[in-house]
């Protein structure tokens, strides 16, 4: 079983800057792609950023310009960096790990969640 470790979560003021970490318990490079998403309260978890086993990153438009996703292989780690941030941008923040097997299977893999809240 994978295991996502997510953290870096916390208080901020708006404009300020935060990055979240999500470590897994096996090589990430085994995983299709890797992502983060969010919940806020009373509202659907939404796709933030991801990025995919040869480094192909996609956001939401909410956060380009803003949020930047990466990864360490070697740490077996997925980073968000997020800049810049907004009072909207308040949420629990989901590590997603996603693997297909044989071209049929396709496993998830979610971490516990990490809380992010900017002040106004």
């Known amino acids: 079983q994978v295991q996502l470790v997510e953290s870096g979560g916390g208080l901020v003021q708006a404009g300020g800057s935060l990055r979240l970490s999500c470590t897994a318990s096996?090589?990430?490079?085994?995983?299709?792609?890797m992502g983060w998403y969010r919940q806020a309260p009373g509202k659907q978890r939404d796709l933030v950023a991801t990025i995919t086993k040869i480094g192909s990153t996609a956001y939401a438009d909410s956060v380009k310009g803003r949020f930047t996703i990466s990864r360490d292989n070697a740490k077996n780690t997925v980073y968000l960096q997020m800049n810049s941030l907004k009072p909207e941008d308040t949420a629990v923040y989901y590590c997603?790990?996603?693997?297909?097997?044989?071209?049929?299977?396709?496993?998830?893999?979610w971490g516990q969640g990490t809380l992010v809240a900017v002040s106004s």
């Open positions: 997603l790990a996603r693997e297909v097997i044989m071209l049929a299977t396709v496993k998830e893999y």
């Open positions: 096996r090589t990430i490079f085994s995983f299709n792609a």
